[in-house]
């Protein structure tokens, strides 16, 4: 296993485009999280699936924001009519249960233009 | 609310020993994690703490006192490579345990 993988790397968009995310967690790691991360600030959390089931999102993802894992294997993030104020990295996370660490992927960093 | 405080910026020599605190006020504690992230890369898992006191893991240890609310990352034989902002996160006990993360720590090693 090649650890987390999230796709594009770096994404540049216009203001008011749709933009989508993927995220491939660890096969066997059954908990996704989508935190975002502005420079010079920690990670924010954005949302959490266990399995497919999304059971937690933050006031952060405005109406905007989307996300699914549809199988309860990858996730995709959709932001729709994005705003400057999104440009940030978008960091996918997963774990294998409550007590383990978050394995990251290498993030996904959008520039809205 | 949640709060999580640390230094912003620490500036330490090759070689040398460094502490970096953290203080946090959560709803909720489920155990204090420590992650390295060097700039555009993402977070690596560095330690965890759930009960108090010292976890030590080679040239990185870990210290926890959940009465004081306070943990402590401490980095010794300080090499460049460790150049890296360094994050504090709780674990709360609330909801689903997600992690929440302080701003970070940007640590610059000088040779």
């Known amino acids: 296993d090649t650890g987390v993988s999230q796709d594009p790397r770096h994404k540049i968009t216009k203001r008011g485009q749709n933009v989508t995310f993927r995220c491939d967690p660890i096969?066997?790691?059954?908990?996704l999280y989508w935190y975002r991360q502005t420079l010079g600030q920690g990670p924010e959390f954005l949302t959490y699936f266990q399995n497919e089931a999304q059971l937690e999102k933050s006031r952060l993802l405005s109406d905007r924001f989307s996300a699914e894992r549809p199988k309860g294997s990858f996730s995709t993030l959709e932001i729709q009519r994005t705003e400057q104020g999104d440009s940030a990295m978008y960091l996918c996370a997963s774990s294998l249960d409550n007590l383990s660490s978050y394995t990251f992927g290498s993030g996904t960093r959008l520039t809205v233009v | 609310g949640q709060n999580i405080d640390q230094p912003t910026e620490m500036t330490a020599t090759e070689g040398a020993i460094v502490q970096i605190n953290c203080t946090y006020q959560?709803?909720?504690?489920?155990?204090l994690f420590w992650y390295q992230q060097h700039a555009g890369e993402a977070p690596t898992f560095l330690s965890y703490n759930v009960l108090d006191g010292l976890e030590e893991k080679g040239r990185f240890s870990s210290f926890l006192s959940r009465s004081k609310g306070y943990s402590y990352l401490l980095l010794k034989e300080l090499q460049m490579k460790d150049s890296a902002s360094y994050l504090c996160a709780v674990k709360s006990s609330g909801g689903y345990n997600k992690l929440i993360f302080g701003a970070g720590t940007r640590l610059a090693v000088h040779p």
């Open positions: 959560t709803s909720g504690f489920n155990g």
């Open positions: 096969s066997e790691h059954n908990r």
